[in-house]
């Protein structure tokens, strides 16, 4: 779930946010819908250079039945542990994981390394010898002079919990993940990965899982568009379809 100005919206490439509704109201109907877990972004905060939003945080947490994670603006020891008091499980950085490696380790050891997320927002780019895969930052208007493999080397160093790989280039655009984004870092790291960006059908779900195994896949708009015109109608796979997407019997 993205959030913008209080209100739930989903991007394109991370651009023109489109207004879906009201995130405490998609809460309790993905309460319904028995969602496994669900992650929660500020997109405004660190573009807007403020701190969480920690009333937003609280009723959340009160509604939420499910595990959730709750990442933008972070920045201090102290809004994480804010942040977890409040009720939220996980705490996700971005900008400031990435600029500040120090940070990132002093909040693993305040609130454990196993409720740290860090998500990297990722885009393909062309240059001299061919594609490449860049790091940015704030919602993707800054690049980071860092490559991603060594960024996921250093993230192995300091030890995380869970790292959150967002593809810019399928954001929003529900044509299915970048495999070739998750075969570039697959293989880099042994700390849980979760996909982000591209997934349009529960086959795509599928086919991620299917091609790695043990990793998470993330969406957004499939969970709350229907149909080529994308009408607002937010959904989730039931008991039966989660078995299908796993193989199971």
């Not at 919206?9 to 809460?27: E, H, I, S």
């Not at 993230?155 to 529900?174: A, K, P, Q, W």
Request: charge should be positive; aromatic fraction near 6%; hydrophobic fraction near 40%.
């Amino acid at each position: 779930m993205l959030v913008h100005k209080k209100g739930l919206v989903k991007t394109v490439k991370f651009k023109d946010p489109k207004y879906v509704g009201d995130p405490l109201n998609a809460v309790k109907i993905f309460n319904e819908k028995e969602v496994d877990e669900l992650m929660v972004l500020d997109i405004d905060a660190t573009v807007e250079g403020r701190g969480p939003d920690f009333e937003l945080i609280k009723k959340l947490a009160i509604e939420c039945r499910m595990p959730f994670c709750y990442g933008g603006g972070v920045t201090t020891v102290e809004q994480a542990k804010t942040i977890i008091s409040l009720g939220a499980e996980k705490v996700a950085l971005s900008s400031s994981a990435i600029k500040d490696r120090r940070l990132l380790r002093d909040i693993g050891v305040a609130v454990g390394v196993q409720s740290v997320v860090v998500v990297i927002d990722v885009k393909k780019t062309g240059g001299l010898f061919g594609k490449t895969f860049e790091v940015f930052i704030k919602n993707g208007k800054e690049k980071v002079d860092v490559k991603l493999s060594k960024l996921i080397q250093d993230l192995n160093e300091i030890g995380v919990g869970e790292i959150v790989i967002n593809s810019i280039d399928r954001d929003g655009t529900m044509e299915g993940y970048d495999l070739e984004l998750v075969d570039s870092i697959r293989n880099q790291t042994d700390f849980p990965i979760t996909v982000l960006g591209g997934a349009g059908t529960f086959s795509d779900i599928k086919s991620l899982i299917d091609r790695y195994r043990i990793i998470g896949a993330a969406a957004g708009s499939l969970f709350v568009f229907k149909g080529k015109y994308r009408a607002v109608l937010i959904s989730y796979p039931n008991r039966s379809e989660k078995k299908s997407i796993l193989n199971l019997s």
